[in-house]
T-cell receptor
Framework: DVKVTQSSRYLVKRTGEKVFLECVQD?????MFWYRQDPGLGLRLIYF???????EKGDIPEGYSVSREKKERFSLILESASTNQTSMYLC????????????FGPGTRLLVL | GIQVEQSPPDLILQEGANSTLRCNFS?????LQWFHQNPWGQLINLFY???GTKQNGRLSATTVATERYSLLYISSSQTTDSGVYFC??????????????FGAGTQVVVTP
């Protein structure tokens, strides 16, 4: 079974702090994704990566950056956390090529005070 | 990007009932997925179904790409089917690769 893990289930940070969210997948998938989920809005894509050191902006990249130094790990960085970044953050991976089925991690609930 | 509309937004079912969830797209989609999010927040991929019909146990899905919709059928519902169901799709344009658009979800509650 594909396993996608995220570093924290719950996180509380203060406005202005730098926040790192880590995601690891164990199935040698090419593609990795970061979404945020807010009530009534579904999931919105922040960034994705189709290869090591490669990244593409999603629909809402402002205020976020990402890093993929190793194939299995994809990090989401909030350079200076703000209260409007309080949300559920979900990481996903997919095999690559024509296979786009996405597998999700358990999510990180981030509260920015 | 494409707009995704899911209906109904909420659904309450008695255990054993059948139901149909719908997903409409503003443009033709070539790749479509259905997910179930359990009450603990975990999203599970149910179907990857760009077209046609697939079945997995009590669940089945049908996508009619040319008419821009997909249906998810739940038969003989069980309390474990409770949660939020999302559909997500993307068009096959080069600039849309990786950019799945999700609907707002259908919240399903199955009562004993």
């Amino acid at each position: 079974d594909v396993k996608v893990t995220q570093s924290s289930r719950y996180l509380v940070k203060r406005t202005g702090e730098k926040v790192f969210l880590e995601c690891v997948q164990d199935m040698d998938h090419e593609n990795m994704f970061w979404y945020r989920q807010d009530p009534g809005l579904g999931l919105r894509l922040i960034y994705f990566s189709y290869d090591v050191k490669m990244k593409e902006k999603g629909d809402i990249p402002e205020g976020y950056s990402v890093s993929r130094e190793k194939k299995e790990r994809f990090s989401l960085i909030l350079e200076s956390a703000s209260t409007n970044q309080t949300s559920m953050y979900l990481c996903a991976s997919s095999p690559g090529g024509l296979e786009e089925t996405q597998y999700f991690g358990p999510g990180t609930r981030l509260l920015v005070l | 990007g494409i707009q995704v509309e899911q209906s109904p937004p909420d659904l309450i079912l008695q255990e054993g009932a059948n139901s149909t969830l719908r997903c409409n797209f503003s443009d033709s989609v070539n790749n479509l997925q259905w997910f179930h999010q359990n009450p603990w927040g975990q999203l599970i991929n149910l179907f990857y179904i760009p077209s046609g019909t697939k079945q997995n146990g009590r669940l089945s899905a049908t996508t009619v790409a040319t008419e821009r919709y997909s249906l998810l059928y739940i038969s003989s519902s069980q309390t474990t089917d409770s949660g939020v169901y999302f559909c997500a799709g993307r068009t096959m344009t080069t600039d849309s690769w990786g950019k799945f658009q999700f609907g707002a979800g259908t919240q399903v509650v199955v009562t004993p």
